[in-house]
């Protein structure tokens, strides 16, 4: 396999991409994608048996189970970075790394009920919260250690709504390949 097409595996809707102008209709959308997402990933996942949820998406990725997990550890981080940006000036937050905690063994349980109830829970309260900042809350911003740089809050959204959108992608993926990246 190219490092092309491994690269499109990884990243099948692209990478995500700062758009230059950030207005009300943009932000909106986006909070739709992070608003709808805890169903769309429950609709793609919920008839899945132990099979299906052990398919990966690419070579060497995630099975459908640990992207369903992952989600609701990644997606608990960014609600937890929004209220610190919006409590306190400019804080670091805490990077961690994704991948071991893929293979730690919540993430590695069969069975994601728990996860989709996390995410339809959590999504919620991070929809309420999103829905309710000020122009001047989005711009707050949180330091990135690993990428050295301020993040304002406004771009955090189109990143995790890109985030729910890669994510699907991925499930997709798996499902269309039925078992052949494993």
């Given at each position: 396999?190219?490092?092309?097409?491994?690269?499109?595996?990884?990243?099948?809707?692209?990478?995500?991409?700062?758009?230059?102008?950030?207005?009300?209709?943009l932000i909106q959308t986006w909070i739709e994608d992070i608003s709808s997402f805890p169903i769309r990933i429950k609709d793609l996942?919920?008839?899945?048996?132990?099979k299906e949820l052990n398919w990966k998406y690419r070579p060497e990725g995630w099975s459908?189970?640990?992207v369903v997990h992952h989600c609701g550890d990644s997606h608990l981080n960014s609600i937890i970075r929004f209220k610190l940006a919006l409590t306190e000036d400019t804080p670091s937050i805490k990077p961690y790394h994704e991948t071991k905690w893929a293979e730690l063994a919540d993430s590695l349980e069969d069975d994601i009920?728990?996860?989709l109830k996390l995410l339809e829970g959590l999504h919620h309260?991070?929809?309420k919260l999103l829905k309710s900042l000020t122009k001047e809350q989005l711009e707050r911003t949180f330091y990135?250690?690993?990428?050295?740089?301020?993040?304002?809050?406004?771009?955090?959204?189109?990143?995790y709504a890109w985030h729910c959108n890669?994510?699907?992608?991925?499930?997709?993926?798996?499902?269309?390949?039925?078992g052949g990246f494993n």
């Amino acid at each position: 396999m190219t490092t092309e097409e491994l690269e499109k595996l990884k990243y099948p809707i692209g990478r995500f991409y700062e758009p230059k102008n950030i207005d009300d209709q943009l932000i909106q959308t986006w909070i739709e994608d992070i608003s709808s997402f805890p169903i769309r990933i429950k609709d793609l996942t919920e008839k899945l048996g132990m099979k299906e949820l052990n398919w990966k998406y690419r070579p060497e990725g995630w099975s459908i189970k640990q992207v369903v997990h992952h989600c609701g550890d990644s997606h608990l981080n960014s609600i937890i970075r929004f209220k610190l940006a919006l409590t306190e000036d400019t804080p670091s937050i805490k990077p961690y790394h994704e991948t071991k905690w893929a293979e730690l063994a919540d993430s590695l349980e069969d069975d994601i009920t728990y996860s989709l109830k996390l995410l339809e829970g959590l999504h919620h309260r991070w929809v309420k919260l999103l829905k309710s900042l000020t122009k001047e809350q989005l711009e707050r911003t949180f330091y990135h250690p690993q990428q050295r740089r301020e993040i304002n809050l406004a771009e955090t959204i189109g990143i995790y709504a890109w985030h729910c959108n890669h994510h699907l992608a991925h499930v997709r993926q798996a499902l269309d390949a039925k078992g052949g990246f494993n």
